[in-house]
């Protein structure tokens, strides 16, 4: 059964300073998502990564995928206030028979705080 | 095009009364899942539906939890007997594939008193 950890669960930054989310996963997987989520609304989604070694960055977010490590992560860099966020790693699963499909497995959520 | 629409947004219930949640998926997209959400913890998979056709319900209790998907009109994720511990927010998502693409709603907080 996939698992998937984040670490750090709490987070608080000064604005301006550089901080990294990991998020761990327990079995092989096709795909990576991060997704961020603001109080009381829905998911917006950030990066989907689909292989070893992809890189993505939007703004001051960067996400890496290292899929023999099973790790991926999320950096900030030079935070402001509006990255305040609860911030989701999540995989696909696998269904019956091995197919992937939308079972999605998330993990617990950083919760980032951005002071200034 | 107006996203996952879920209602009611918020939706308080006295033990024991059924609570039904609707969800209407992005257009052009036959794939529809639910999640739930209870504070501080990330999204459990519910159940994975298509239209007319429930895909995966593992994640469903197996008791006053059901879900569908008709042909015509939004999926409906249905509670019955309602007690403290179903109080969560509950998410739905779309796909067009079921394989990438997911689009969520902006959930229904579900109070039981």
Redesign the interface.
């Known amino acids: 059964e996939l698992k998937v950890e984040q670490n750090p669960l709490f987070l608080s930054m000064q604005e301006g300073k550089n901080y990294t989310i990991y998020c761990n996963y327990s079995t092989t997987s096709d795909r990576l998502y991060w997704y961020r989520q603001d109080p009381g609304k829905s998911l917006e989604s950030l990066f989907v990564l689909l292989s070893n070694g992809a890189v993505k960055q939007e703004g001051r977010l960067m996400a890496s995928l290292d899929t023999k490590a099973r790790l991926s992560t999320l950096h900030i860099t030079a935070a402001v206030h509006d990255l305040s966020a609860t911030y989701f790693c999540f995989l696909i699963g696998q269904g019956a028979g091995g197919t992937s499909y939308g079972k999605l497995t998330f993990g617990q959520g950083t919760i980032l705080t951005v002071h200034p | 095009n107006a996203g996952?629409m879920q209602n009611p947004r918020h939706l308080v219930r006295r033990r024991g009364q059924e609570a039904r949640l609707r969800c209407s998926p992005m257009k052009g997209h036959s794939?529809v899942?639910w999640?739930r959400q209870l504070p501080?913890?990330?999204?459990?998979?519910m159940v994975?539906l298509q239209k007319e056709n429930i895909?995966?319900e593992?994640?469903m209790p197996k008791e006053r939890f059901s879900a569908e998907f008709p042909k015509e009109g939004p999926s409906i994720l249905r509670i019955q007997q309602v007690v403290r511990g179903d109080s969560a927010a509950y998410?739905c998502?779309s796909?067009p594939t079921?394989?990438?693409g997911?689009?969520?709603?902006?959930?229904t907080?579900l109070t039981v008193v």
């Open positions: 996952v794939h899942y999640y501080e913890e990330g999204l459990k998979f994975y895909i995966d593992s994640g998410f998502a796909s079921g394989v990438y997911y689009t969520f709603g902006s959930g907080r």
